[in-house]
């Protein structure tokens, strides 16, 4: 097993691009995160998507759009590129809602210029 | 006041001593803890979880928790230069968000 798989891993845009980064995840899990990673500021969510066919807002999702496509992938779209968007971002997914871990992909690292 | 804090360190401690991380939390209603390591460059593991009060072992890593202080801990024994990482605490609610902490860098001397 793969566990959760991200591409790209490095990625560096104009201001105004526009970009989608993929994850999957091959454990049968329900639920998907996105999340980013800035220094001193921890892992902060942007969406998740509870299950198939569902998607919600985190604590910073202006800027950014999310598709669950199907059980096993999770999208995560910059319509539009800013410098405040060069973050390390982080797809993770878990079976189910409040006691089990999540697990991680390697992360996507994007800069912004 | 953040959701799930954490003293950023760095906690410098000598190889073979005891490191104690803390992590404190604010809404009562959190129901799973969990610790996860991170080393420079890497995703997140996690090494702990912790869902009623008291201590659990694994290892040379034990997770402490108080609900009724809210208050999380990890404490790694006979520590290890590859114990140097930045320990991250994360709390659910039970629901299907989690809240992490910004991490402690924890380094371990040789």
């Known amino acids: 097993n793969a566990g959760v798989t991200q591409t790209p891993k490095f990625q560096v845009l104009k201001t105004g691009q526009s970009m989608t980064l993929q994850c999957a995840q091959d454990?049968?899990?329900?639920?998907m995160y996105w999340y980013r990673q800035d220094p001193g500021m921890g892992l902060r969510l942007i969406y998740y998507s509870a299950s198939e066919g569902t998607t919600d807002k985190g604590e910073v999702p202006n800027g950014y759009n999310v598709s669950r496509l199907n059980k096993r992938e999770f999208s995560l779209r910059l319509e539009s590129a800013a410098p405040s968007q060069t973050s390390v971002y982080f797809c993770?997914?878990?079976?189910?809602?409040?006691?089990?871990?999540?697990?991680f992909g390697p992360g996507t690292r994007l800069t912004v210029l | 006041q953040k959701e799930v804090e954490q003293n950023s360190g760095p906690l410098s401690v000598p190889e073979g001593a005891i490191a104690s991380l803390n992590c404190t939390y604010s809404d009562r209603g959190s129901q799973s803890f969990f610790w996860y390591r991170q080393y420079s460059g890497k995703s997140p593991e996690l090494i702990m979880f912790i869902y009623s009060n008291g201590d659990k072992e694994d290892g040379r890593f034990t997770a402490q928790l108080n609900k009724a202080s809210q208050y999380v801990s990890l404490l790694i024994r006979d520590s290890q230069p590859s114990d140097s990482a930045t320990y991250l605490c994360?709390?659910?609610?039970?629901?299907?968000?989690?809240?992490f902490g910004a991490g402690t860098r924890l380094f371990v001397k040789a």
């Open positions: 994360a709390v659910n609610t039970g629901g299907f968000k989690t809240i």
């Open positions: 454990m049968n899990h329900n639920s």
């Open positions: 993770a997914s878990k079976s189910r809602e409040g006691y089990n871990e999540q697990f």
